[in-house]
């Protein structure tokens, strides 16, 4: 908390990028399209694979918070997150969060210059092979011996698209050509982001880390993730936010617009309420994120988890609201809202529940739970 | 910009030099820095200020108060600080702002509003006390109440109606109503906690002059709602350091306290440690927004989120009093000191905050202009719409 408090506004810089990706994808993104596709047997279909070649091609925004030296476009995770708002505006199946955030922080981290290149590039997409839907953590069960790696994760996002392998260990990271993998896309509750179980029979691995700082360099890493997350929950929530308040002033019923209802204005200033404040922690978020440094993180570890707790309830919550004053259209395949909802969902577990960052806070800011002798203590007294 | 830091820190060293607080009597000292322009530096000069800009005012007071000398005790005037000296500003002649601003400022005058009334709280254009023209002032007839510091003040805000055949906006004028004068009576208005913090305020056959209008007969409510904007921001905003406020008591007690520590309090806790950081956060953001010229709307939305996190920050406080929150401390008729303020217990606090969601404001009133005016939402029927206000149901 030394460094000076940041801006939590946008820079014209980032409104410009916002622009460039929204118009992008206003072509070739469209959430009907998006629908579309998700009805599909591939998760990374042509299309898609398009919307991803000219992100990563076109626009170079793979490597947009990547030392310069090391190929990137040298911005900072600031400007990340701008990307991040605009792909969850339109819940683009893209692999972007799962290669160009959770990824490339860890290999930058882990100095893992060859592979990073051809992400930066755009010639490659990775995964980091840890089940999405929980804090992010070392597997337990895949072995790494002499014969190679072996072992199952489950639940992984971002595999069925990548090229590249990363693979925490407990004691290790090691990189694993996908080809050399096993990757079994299951129907998946955000089907924007779909997920896949990996399994790997005694396939080549290259270490990329070894040693007790492997458990830092994911924490760090998560803790990345987490912050630059919180901005595509806030995009899911103001989209859903917008849509909502675009129909309520359309559909009439007895004779009024039902956004005319008390009932339903307030619930809505409510949702406009909590989006203000779900920007808020999330620029912040962000801030932290971009002035993190390897050696000092400064306030990033409590940002993001108050960004999580926040952004994730929100978003979520917005996306509930949407189907319920959308009414029965609401609830059809054909309409929108739910992509919107499932990816809240999915985005509300992913690196931890809303829940789990809540009690990280705790630790992080000293509010422990209370320990079994606080209880005795509260127990006598009473 | 270093040079005009510099010499603000050079002025403020002359007015410590000239008139050495320690030895300088209160009100003396207060009114030498208004007269050296440090007051408010924003403020034009003759007026307490330099012309300089705002952000510069954190230095002087700091200089200010590591040598010692005394302040205005800001928290004792909020009405006149807050509301009065910027409508003053704006609407009141040179003269008047050379013979106000001086004492509102320094406190030896404090100000009040006199807008709500019994028959008009939320709808407040529908305010009834009427201002009947005599010469060269008005005869006011009426009742007022929510009046904080009436008892204390030399000065009211006053929103009378002057012309009951006009639809209710229209006929609105705005006074300022010296409180000395005859036929003004303050009485305590006893709230739920015990204290007395507000007032009524009659008024009968209470002259002022019109000379003490400010805007013209017939547009008090753009006046005030001028005023009003002025008091949701300083309601609402404020960035402070992390874990302030209300929370940062909660935070210490669950730290010290083990018997406080209950099991089945701890995530409501971190759910209102976590309300008050993003609160925070969006303060923050308002602010750096108004600061680059775009405040937005965001106003009306903090004052509605705060209001929700000090009634829920204080429920938690007595939950973790768990018995002892049962106990009260005193029920005897009192008036608070705001520039002084006291401990209470955690009930006390409960139920003071039950008015946050009413004063300044309700959060049904706030959300509905934020549906309304941020959100584009049809607004409510106005049945009063058009109709002169004599004629309304009341």
């Given at each position: 908390m030394t460094s000076p408090f940041p801006s939590l506004l946008y820079s014209d810089l980032e409104d410009d990028l916002r622009?460039?990706?929204?118009?992008?994808?206003?072509?070739?993104?469209?959430?009907?399209?998006?629908?579309?596709?998700?009805?599909?047997?591939?998760?990374?279909?042509?299309?898609?694979?398009?919307?991803?070649?000219?992100?990563?091609?076109?626009?170079?925004?793979?490597?947009?918070?990547?030392?310069?030296?090391?190929?990137?476009a040298g911005a900072s995770w600031r400007e990340v997150a701008v990307v991040l708002e605009e792909l969850g505006r339109s819940v683009a199946d893209v692999p972007f969060f799962s290669s160009a955030v959770l990824a490339t922080s860890l290999l930058t981290r882990l100095d893992a210059?060859?592979?990073?290149?051809?992400?930066?590039?755009?010639?490659?997409?990775?995964?980091?092979?840890?089940?999405?839907?929980?804090?992010?953590?070392?597997?337990?069960?895949?072995?790494?011996?002499?014969?190679?790696?072996?072992?199952?994760?489950?639940?992984?996002?971002?595999?069925?698209?990548?090229?590249?392998?990363?693979?925490?260990?407990?004691?290790?990271?090691?990189?694993?050509?996908?080809?050399?993998?096993?990757?079994?896309?299951?129907?998946?509750?955000?089907?924007?982001?779909?997920?896949?179980?990996?399994?790997?029979?005694?396939?080549?691995?290259?270490?990329?880390?070894?040693?007790?700082?492997?458990?830092?360099?994911l924490r760090r890493t998560a803790d990345l993730a987490a912050a630059l997350l919180a901005s595509e929950q806030l995009a899911v929530a103001e989209r859903v936010l917008e849509m909502t308040v675009d129909y309520v002033q359309q559909r009439r019923q007895f004779g009024r617009a039902i956004g005319s209802y008390q009932a339903v204005k307030h619930r809505l200033a409510d949702l406009w309420t909590d989006v203000m404040r779900a920007r808020a922690v999330a620029r912040y978020a962000a801030?932290?994120?971009?002035?993190?440094?390897?050696?000092?993180?400064?306030?990033?570890?409590?940002?993001?988890?108050?960004?999580?707790?926040?952004?994730?309830?929100?978003?979520?919550?917005?996306?509930?609201?949407?189907?319920?004053?959308?009414?029965?259209?609401?609830?059809?395949?054909?309409?929108?809202?739910?992509?919107?909802?499932k990816r809240a969902m999915a985005d509300a577990?992913?690196?931890?529940?809303?829940?789990?960052?809540?009690?990280?806070?705790?630790?992080l800011v000293d509010l422990p739970a209370p320990s079994p002798l606080d209880a005795t203590v509260s127990t006598s007294e009473e | 910009m270093t040079d005009l830091v510099a010499d603000l820190a050079e002025r403020v060293d002359r007015l410590l030099a000239e008139h050495p607080p320690q030895e300088t009597d209160r009100w003396d000292f207060l009114r030498a820095r208004y007269d050296a322009g440090l007051a408010w530096?924003?403020?034009?000069?003759?007026?307490?200020?330099?012309?300089?800009?705002?952000?510069?005012?954190?230095?002087?007071?700091?200089?200010?108060?590591?040598?010692?000398?005394?302040?205005?005790r800001p928290a004792g005037n909020v009405i006149g600080l807050g509301m009065a000296a910027p409508v003053i500003r704006t609407y009141a002649t040179a003269e008047q702002q050379q013979s106000w601003l001086r004492p509102?400022?320094?406190?030896?005058?404090?100000?009040?509003?006199?807008?709500s009334e019994p028959g008009a709280g939320?709808?407040?254009?529908?305010?009834?006390?009427?201002?009947?023209?005599?010469?060269?002032?008005?005869?006011?007839?009426?009742?007022?109440?929510?009046?904080?510091?009436?008892?204390?003040?030399?000065?009211?805000?006053?929103?009378?109606?002057?012309?009951?055949?006009?639809?209710?906006?229209?006929?609105?004028?705005?006074f300022v109503l010296d409180m000395l004068t005859a036929g003004v009576d303050v009485r305590p208005l006893r709230q739920m906690t015990g204290e007395a913090e507000f007032n009524e305020v009659y008024l009968d056959d209470v002259r002022v002059p019109d000379a003490n209008r400010l805007g013209e007969v017939g547009e008090g409510w753009r006046v005030t709602q001028a005023t009003l904007m002025n008091e949701r921001v300083a309601i609402g905003g404020g960035v402070g350091d992390r874990e302030s406020g209300a929370i940062a008591d909660v935070a210490r007690r669950w730290r010290s306290e083990p018997s406080a520590r209950r099991p089945e309090l701890h995530d409501e806790l971190l759910r209102r440690w976590i309300d008050a950081e993003s609160l925070r956060l969006a303060s923050a953001r308002f602010a750096q927004k108004a600061e680059a010229g775009t405040p937005g709307?965001?106003?009306?939305?903090?004052?509605?989120?705060?209001?929700?996190?000090?009634?829920?920050?204080?429920?938690?406080?007595?939950?973790?009093?768990?018995?002892?929150?049962?106990?009260?401390?005193?029920?005897?008729?009192?008036?608070?000191?705001?520039?002084?303020?006291?401990?209470?217990?955690?009930?006390?606090?409960?139920?003071?905050?039950?008015?946050?969601?009413?004063?300044?404001?309700?959060?049904?009133?706030?959300?509905?202009?934020i549906s309304e005016r941020v959100l584009g939402l049809p607004a409510e029927p106005r049945v009063d719409k058009d109709i002169p206000w004599k004629d309304l149901a009341k």
């Open positions: 622009a460039t990706v929204r118009d992008l994808l206003k072509d070739r993104c469209d959430v009907d399209a998006v629908l579309r596709r998700t009805d599909g047997a591939e998760a990374f279909g042509d299309e898609a694979r398009a919307v991803w070649t000219a992100l990563v091609g076109d626009l170079g925004l793979a490597g947009l918070a990547v030392p310069e030296e090391r190929g990137g210059d060859e592979p990073l290149a051809s992400l930066v590039a755009g010639d490659a997409v990775a995964a980091v092979v840890a089940p999405f839907g929980g804090p992010l953590s070392a597997s337990g069960t895949v072995r790494l011996t002499d014969a190679g790696l072996t072992g199952t994760v489950p639940l992984v996002a971002g595999a069925a698209e990548a090229d590249w392998l990363v693979v925490p260990l407990t004691d290790a990271v090691v990189l694993v050509r996908s080809e050399d993998a096993t990757i079994t896309a299951v129907p998946s509750l955000d089907m924007t982001r779909r997920l896949s179980d990996v399994t790997f029979d005694a396939a080549a691995a290259e270490v990329l880390a070894r040693g007790p700082e492997v458990g830092d360099h801030a932290c994120a971009a002035a993190a440094t390897s050696e000092d993180d400064a306030d990033l570890p409590v940002a993001a988890a108050v960004a999580q707790a926040v952004c994730g309830e929100v978003a979520q919550r917005a996306a509930e609201e949407c189907v319920q004053l959308h009414g029965g259209i609401g609830f059809t395949w054909e309409h929108p809202a739910h992509l919107y909802l577990a992913a690196l931890g529940s809303t829940a789990w960052h809540r009690h990280r806070v705790a630790r | 530096v924003h403020y034009p000069e003759g007026l307490g200020g330099l012309g300089r800009e705002s952000a510069h005012q954190q230095a002087v007071d700091a200089r200010l108060a590591a040598a010692g000398a005394p302040d205005n509102l400022w320094t406190g030896e005058e404090i100000w009040c509003q006199l807008f939320s709808d407040l254009a529908a305010a009834g006390a009427s201002a009947r023209r005599d010469g060269d002032a008005w005869v006011v007839n009426g009742q007022k109440v929510w009046t904080s510091l009436a008892h204390d003040a030399r000065w009211a805000l006053l929103l009378v109606r002057t012309d009951p055949t006009l639809p209710k906006h229209a006929g609105l004028s705005f709307p965001d106003g009306s939305g903090l004052k509605l989120a705060f209001a929700t996190l000090a009634q829920e920050t204080s429920s938690l406080s007595v939950a973790l009093d768990g018995a002892e929150g049962l106990r009260y401390d005193d029920w005897s008729l009192r008036r608070p000191d705001f520039s002084n303020p006291e401990q209470r217990v955690s009930g006390f606090d409960y139920l003071r905050t039950r008015a946050n969601s009413i004063e300044g404001g309700t959060s049904e009133v706030l959300r509905s202009i």
